[in-house]
Nanobody
């Protein structure tokens, strides 16, 4: 059973940075497309970024130029570096793993519990 555990969330001022980590256990993370999603209060869970097993990356328009997704297959860990954070980035951020490529949350088979990111103005 694949398990995902996120860490690295917290409170940061607007313009600041955070790096989220997602530790994968129960399988080899390199087999999967790994994605980050977020859910802001009162909103649906939305796609943020994904990285395919081959290294190709995809970003939501809101994340382009500010966020970077990466993976360390030796550590079985995926990261989301978030720079120039804005109050509208406040959300619970979820790590997810998919056996196929894609950006739709329905394509992802495994999910972490989420980590809270709060950006103050």
């Amino acid at each position: 059973q694949v398990q995902l555990v996120e860490s690295g969330g917290g409170l940061v001022q607007a313009g600041g940075s955070l790096r989220l980590s997602c530790a994968v256990s129960g399988s080899t993370s390199s087999r999967y497309t790994m994605g980050w999603f977020r859910r802001a209060p009162g909103k649906e869970r939305e796609f943020v970024a994904a990285i395919w097993s081959g290294g190709y990356t995809s970003y939501a328009d809101s994340a382009k130029g500010r966020f970077t997704i990466s993976r360390d297959n030796a550590r079985n860990t995926v990261y989301l570096q978030m720079n120039s954070l804005k109050p509208e980035d406040t959300a619970v951020y979820y790590c997810a793993a998919a056996g196929t490529v894609g950006e739709r949350k329905g394509q992802y088979d495994y999910w972490g519990q989420g980590t809270q990111v709060t950006v103050s103005s």
